[in-house]
Each structure stands twice: as C-alpha cells, then as structure tokens.
C-alpha cells in the first residue's frame, strides 16, 4: 500500500537558523498537504501543494512539490520559537479517497 | 463557524470492553474522516465516511466500525479493546475528498486501554 516517509524524524536547531524537512511518497500523488501539530495539540492545515513542480510560500515557509509528485518538501528561514511543533506531509493517490500522513518531524529550537 | 468537536476528552477502558468515540463536523462539512495517533507517531487513517456511509478504509480490522448521521456528525465504536488501542483518536471534517479538500481535525479523544 501507500507509503509516506519523512526526514529527519527529529531536528533541534537555534532559534535564527533554517530548518528543512523532507517527505517521500512509495507512489505518485494528486496532490500533498502539510499540516502543523503543536505539542498536546492537533494537526492545523498549512497549505497543499497539487501541481508538478509547484512552490508556494507563506512568509518564512516555502513548500515544493517535486516535478515526479513523489516527494516535497518544507522549509523554513530564520525559524522562531512559535515554529516549534511537529510537522507533517500527508499525500493522497488519484481518487483513494484517503489522505495518508508521514510519521512527521519534531521540531524544537533553542531560543 | 463551529470548529470540530471531540467528545469525551479522555477515556480510560478495559481490555475487552468496547468504547463509543463522538465527533461533531465543522459546519458545511459533509466527509469525516478518522485518524489514530500513537505516541510520537503520525495520524493512521481509519475510515471516512461521506453520506452516512463508509467511503474509503485504512488497515484497520472490523472490530474498528463506525456511523454517520444525517447531520454529518459521526461516531467511532471500537470492540474488544486492546492495549495497542491506546492513542489519540483524531476526527477530521471536510468537503468530499474528490475537491482535495484540506482536514479539519478536532481536538482528539485520549483512549487508555488498560
């Protein structure tokens, strides 16, 4: 079945300094989402990504959509305490009715 | 605009016994999904169901079913609980999926099976 691989699991950084996550589909997409989990929270929706090759960017996060649409990714510049969390890509097939989630990457950051 | 409401918060039950999950849908939603969260994991997918009928399942066995109500409101009922049924239950409304409609997911159902 569809798999949704993330990395790294887990990423410590100093607040100021960028930070990336990666997401890998095992097939191809029709479109992926990102979503935001705050500790002792529930997953928020970011944005979603539904063409080859598609960037879209929401201040300091830029997300990609790679041109296979197997694999995105998410970045942040300049990353601030407020960015800690854990965030998730979640991929769906053409008409599976199923959004399968990434096991996500924690965030944390040193202030 | 009604956000996504869980009900209980938390539960605590016993191996074998069965529990009842509720969620109401954000307003304008008519597709729920439900998701299970383990510890430090991402959400698995359950089920969806869109016109109080089952559209869509993850690997999950039979002893996980559900309902939707013509409100779109919805519930999970899990039989014969087991230790590894602990987790957070995540209910997400949304448009029907075939729009790519993004989830709104509700605070979560905390279940302990002890």
């Known amino acids: 079945g569809q798999q949704v691989m993330q990395i790294p699991q887990y990423q410590h950084v100093q607040e100021g300094e960028d930070f990336t996550t990666y997401c890998n589909s095992s097939?191809?997409?029709?479109?992926i989402q990102w979503y935001k989990q705050r500790p002792g929270g529930h997953p928020v929706f970011l944005i979603q990504?539904?063409?080859?090759?598609e960037v879209k960017k929401q201040k300091r996060l830029t997300f990609q959509f790679g041109e296979a649409k197997k694999n995105s990714s998410l970045h942040i510049t300049a990353t601030q305490t407020t960015d800690v969390g854990t965030y998730f890509c979640?991929?769906?097939?053409?008409?599976?009715?199923?959004?399968?989630f990434g096991q996500g990457t924690r965030l944390t950051i040193n202030p | 605009e009604t956000g996504v409401t869980q009900s209980p918060t938390h539960l605590i039950k016993t191996r074998g016994q069965q529990v009842t999950l509720r969620c109401s849908s954000q307003?304008?939603?008519?597709?729920v999904s439900w998701y299970q969260q383990a510890l430090g994991q991402g959400p698995q997918f359950i089920f969806q169901?869109?016109?109080?009928?089952?559209?869509g399942r993850g690997n999950f066995p039979p002893r996980f079913s559900g309902l939707q109500f013509p409100n779109y409101s919805s519930e999970l009922n899990v039989n014969a609980l087991e230790l590894d049924d602990s987790a957070l239950y995540l209910c997400?409304?949304?448009?029907?999926?075939?729009?790519?409609?993004?989830?709104?997911f509700g605070n979560g159902t905390r279940l302990t099976v002890t």
């Open positions: 997400a409304s949304s448009l029907l999926r075939e729009n790519n409609s993004p989830l709104h």
């Open positions: 097939t191809t997409l029709s479109n």
């Open positions: 990504l539904v063409k080859s090759g």
């Open positions: 979640a991929g769906e097939e053409e008409g599976a009715q199923k959004l399968v």
């Open positions: 307003s304008g939603h008519n597709t």
């Open positions: 169901y869109y016109r109080e009928e089952e559209n």
